[in-house]
């Protein structure tokens, strides 16, 4: 865990320093959000077509990073620039884009002050992966711990979906996600989503 505790803190400052916007999501937001699961990893976003720059930047700063031309791997973190899902032959785009970005929190992990994507982002993405214990994954029930715990945003939650272009694909999952579970002050969250 130390290990991926520095390594998360060179990245931070090295991503920092150069006023690249980023985000951490995944199981590593799953946590700070309220699933208390081990952290096996971390995963960073960044924006479309800079995925080049963040390579070119951890090089130059002496680390030895994989890069598969998709994402950048460098000891327990990994760095993506695009998330976009692909399910039953259909693609369901998952980008850093402006809303997403606007949306930013800033948290400790792992005595770093990382940028952490919203919740809504990060439920989004897991129910669009659906990976379950089969996979290794924990990603359904990521997404219901974090609606159960999180106060959500339920317009951007429902913007999430359409932007995502996953109405039909993840609706029912999502519905019942907030209807099972309960805000992050204790009240009921809103079981109707607001219009698509």
């Not at 680390?63 to 327990?76: E, F, N, P």
């Not at 884009?97 to 982002?121: F, K, N, S, T, W």
């Amino acid at each position: 865990m130390s290990l991926i505790a520095g390594n998360l803190a060179v990245v931070q400052r090295l991503l920092d320093s150069q006023h690249l916007p980023w985000g951490v999501f995944a199981g590593a937001a799953a946590h700070l959000y309220g699933h208390r699961r081990p952290i096996q990893d971390v995963d960073l976003l960044v924006p479309r077509g800079q995925i080049a720059v963040v390579v070119k930047l951890l090089q130059n700063s002496g680390k030895a990073v994989q890069y598969d031309g998709q994402r950048i791997l460098w000891r327990g973190i990994k760095i993506f620039d695009d998330l976009t899902v692909r399910r039953a032959g259909r693609f369901y785009p998952f980008i850093f884009d402006g809303p997403m970005q606007a949306r930013l929190r800033r948290l400790p992990l792992l005595g770093a002050p990382v940028r952490l994507l919203a919740p809504e982002d990060v439920i989004v993405h897991k129910l669009l992966l659906a990976r379950g214990p089969a996979e290794g994954k924990h990603d359904l029930t990521d997404a219901a711990v974090v609606a159960r715990r999180q106060h959500l945003d339920l317009d951007y939650l429902w913007e999430r979906v359409r932007l995502a272009q996953a109405e039909a694909l993840i609706k029912e999952a999502l519905e019942g996600l907030l209807a099972s579970g309960d805000g992050e002050d204790g009240s009921e969250v809103a079981r109707e989503p607001a219009a698509v």
